[in-house]
């Protein structure tokens, strides 16, 4: 059941990125998949969904929402809001840092715990053509240990 209400949470927050991506040359949504040391035991494998916003010259804001599991009995989903900075203000691609605000939502055995999420993300945006992107990045964070992924989406 608990389940079901965080899937839910996931779509909400979804459905906010795609109306927010409506902008012509100004946000992109992306799909990406990671490897994380994000449980108490073990590594995982995660999925990651997000979209940014481009403000002025080299900023960008926007929300991401990562799942993971351990392969074992620990399913994490952290939804999270992110404040992005490219270093050499090269419209919108390049070298970036992020800031990522959020929640921690911990599943294990039926029991959910809540928990504040912070994290840093660093990361190299390619772009392929006015309309495509590809990311590899690496995050430090707490609750979290660490990850490295990768993104590909779209630009709008």
């Not at 909400?12 to 994380?36: D, H, P, R, Y």
């Not at 691609?93 to 993300?121: K, N, P, V």
């Amino acid at each position: 059941m608990k389940r079901r209400y965080l899937f839910l949470l996931a779509i909400l927050i979804l459905s906010g990125a795609v109306c927010a991506t409506a902008q012509e040359n100004k946000a992109a949504i992306g799909l990406g998949l990671e490897w994380n040391m994000n449980s108490r035991e073990d590594f995982g494998g995660g999925a990651v969904i997000g979209f940014d916003y481009n403000l002025s010259a080299p900023l960008a804001l926007g929300a991401i929402v990562t799942t993971s599991y351990n392969f074992n009995d620990i399913i994490i989903v952290e939804p999270a809001v992110l404040f992005r900075w490219y270093f050499l203000n090269n419209g919108h691609r390049g070298f970036f840092a992020q800031a990522d605000l959020g929640t921690h939502i911990l599943t294990e055995g039926g029991d959910t715990e809540f928990r504040f999420l912070g994290g840093l993300r660093g990361g190299y945006r390619f772009t392929l053509g006015k309309a495509l992107y590809i990311e590899p990045y690496g995050r430090l964070g707490y609750p979290f240990a660490f990850a490295i992924g990768a993104m590909a989406g779209l630009r709008f």
